[in-house]
Each structure stands twice: as structure tokens, then as C-alpha cells.
């Protein structure tokens, strides 16, 4: 079974804070991507990468930084936190032909104060 | 860019059949997944369609017309266990990323 797993499941932060979101998969997948989902607004692409070292902006970059080090860890950087980045974070990952689909985190619900 | 509607709420009765329609207009299309989210959940694949036509998949069959724009998710005998938001995503011409549509949340009733 394909595991992607996330680090926190729920997280409360202060704003101006900076925050780290890990996540890890296990099964040699070449893409990650961070999205966060928000109610009526759906999923939302905010970094992915595609190898090692590489990472493009997806819609909503802004406020967001990512590091992919290693090929099974992506992390998502919020260098100062903010209330309007109150959300769902989901991380998923998948080959590089992604006829298969992404697999799924289980998320990790951010909560700024 | 693509826009990706589907609806918002539905509801059902158990053993019946559902459809849920997605409509997109994209300046690029290679492919377009079905996914399946019961609350506080990951979102789970269910179905990709890249040529036009009928997939099906036990209880579950996903439909794609290229010409039009659309694809629907057929679910039969719905259980309860289908209550959740469905997921339409369309996979862009060049590279993996899939732009989501906001989810159909479908309420199974007895």
C-alpha cells in the first residue's frame, strides 16, 4: 500500500509564526504537491515538485515556500503566519505518468490564531 | 487555465442511482480523475477517463465526452457508505498537475 503520510493531523499556530509542514511518502513516487482545501473553493495547488531540489509554483504560491531535500519528503513553509491561511492541507504524491492518480495524505488542519 | 463545475449538494436514496455531473472548459486537457472524500478524510481515486466513452467499475462508472466538455459519475445500489463529496479533477496537456473542482456532496438517506 502506497503511504503518504503527514506529519501533524491538527496544528494551531500563532501568526507571524513560521511553519513547517513535512510530509513523506514510501513508494519511490517522483511528485509531490501540496494543495490546501477550503470549503467551496475545493482543492487548490499551491507548490509541486518533480524531482529532488525542484519545485514549481501551482495557483496560490503566495505567503508559501517549499524544500524537497530527499525524493520521499516534500514540506510546505509558511514563513509568517496568517489567519486567511486557516485551511486543510493535503499532500499527495504520485509517478511520474500519472494515469494512476495522486495518493493522498490524510491531511493536516491548520488553524492560525 | 481550466474551470471545473460540478454541483454542489445532492441527495439519494439508498439503492438507488446516482449521477454527478462535471462540466470543465480548459485551454488544455490530458485526462480527467474521480475522486471519492467521506469528512476528515483523504480524497481517494476512483476513476480516469482520457478517451471518450463509458468506464465502468463495479457499482461505480465514470463517463467522459471530450467534444463537450463533460463527464458524469454514475453510482448504483448507493449505500450509505457512499455519503461523501466527489471530486472531479482534469489533468492539464503537459505535465501531472490535476485543478480540482470544488467537490459534490452526496447524501445517502434510507
Known amino acids: 500500500d502506497v503511504k503518504v503520510t503527514q506529519s501533524s493531523r491538527y496544528l494551531v499556530k500563532r501568526t507571524g509564526e513560521k511553519v513547517f509542514l513535512e510530509c513523506v511518502q514510501d513508494m519511490d513516487h517522483e511528485n509531490m504537491f501540496w494543495y490546501r482545501q477550503d470549503p467551496g473553493l475545493g482543492l487548490r495547488l499551491i507548490y509541486f515538485?518533480?524531482?529532488?531540489?525542484?519545485?514549481e509554483k501551482g495557483d496560490i504560491p503566495e505567503g508559501y515556500s517549499v524544500s524537497r531535500e530527499k525524493k520521499e519528503r516534500f514540506s510546505l513553509i509558511l514563513e509568517s503566519a496568517s489567519t486567511n491561511q486557516t485551511s486543510m492541507y493535503l499532500c499527495?504524491?504520485?509517478?511520474?505518468?500519472?494515469?494512476?492518480?495522486?495518493?493522498f495524505g490524510s491531511g493536516t488542519r491548520l488553524t492560525v490564531v | 487555465g481550466q474551470n471545473i463545475d460540478q454541483p454542489t449538494e445532492m441527495t439519494a436514496t439508498e439503492g438507488a442511482i446516482v449521477q454527478i455531473n462535471c462540466t470543465y472548459q480548459?485551454?488544455?486537457?490530458?485526462?480527467l480523475f474521480w475522486y471519492q472524500q467521506h469528512a476528515g478524510e483523504a480524497p481517494t481515486f476512483l476513476s480516469y477517463n482520457v478517451l471518450d466513452g463509458l468506464e465502468e467499475k463495479g457499482r461505480f462508472s465514470s463517463f467522459l465526452s471530450r467534444s463537450k466538455g463533460y463527464s458524469y459519475l454514475l453510482l448504483k445500489e448507493l449505500q450509505m457508505k457512499d455519503s461523501a463529496s466527489y471530486l472531479c479533477a482534469v489533468r492539464e496537456r503537459y505535465g501531472n498537475k490535476l485543478v480540482f473542482g470544488a467537490g459534490t456532496i452526496l447524501r445517502v438517506k434510507s
Open positions: 480548459t485551454s488544455g486537457f490530458n485526462g
Open positions: 515538485s518533480y524531482d529532488v531540489k525542484m519545485k
Open positions: 499527495a504524491s504520485s509517478l511520474m505518468e500519472v494515469n494512476y492518480g495522486y495518493t
